[in-house]
């Protein structure tokens, strides 16, 4: 079984900073690609930040410059750093793994972790 455990999120002043982490466990061959998405009220599921494997990283336009999605091959780990965060990146923010496992490709969530910008 696979589980994605995100840790992090919290409550920041604009302008501050917050460190996202998410953590795949479980039998798993190859992560191609693993991802950050958010999720504000009202709104749809966005993509923030993607990187795949001896790919750069990608990111949406709203976060570029401030936000830096990283992984740690080895722990089977991506991080997002956001920096200068504003009120409009409060949402619940989900890791997301694109990996193969046991012959078979597949998507994988994490639980979410609340981000909150406020002052």
């Known amino acids: 079984q696979v589980q994605l455990v995100e840790s992090g999120g919290g409550l920041v002043q604009p302008g501050g900073s917050l460190r996202l982490s998410c953590a795949v466990s479980?039998?798993?061959?190859?992560?191609?690609?693993m991802g950050w998405y958010r999720q504000a009220p009202g709104k749809e599921r966005e993509l923030v930040a993607s990187?795949?494997?001896?790919?750069?990283?990608s990111y949406t336009d709203s976060v570029k410059g401030r936000f830096t999605i990283s992984r740690d091959n080895a722990e089977n780990t991506v991080y997002l750093q956001m920096n200068n965060l504003k009120p409009e990146d409060t949402a619940v923010y989900y890791c997301?793994?694109?990996?193969?496992?046991?012959?078979?490709?597949?998507?994988?969530w994490g639980q979410g972790t609340q981000v909150t910008v406020s002052s």
């Open positions: 997301h793994a694109y990996l193969l496992r046991l012959g078979v490709r597949g998507q994988y």
């Open positions: 479980g039998s798993v061959f190859r992560i191609e690609t």
């Open positions: 990187i795949a494997l001896g790919s750069n990283p």
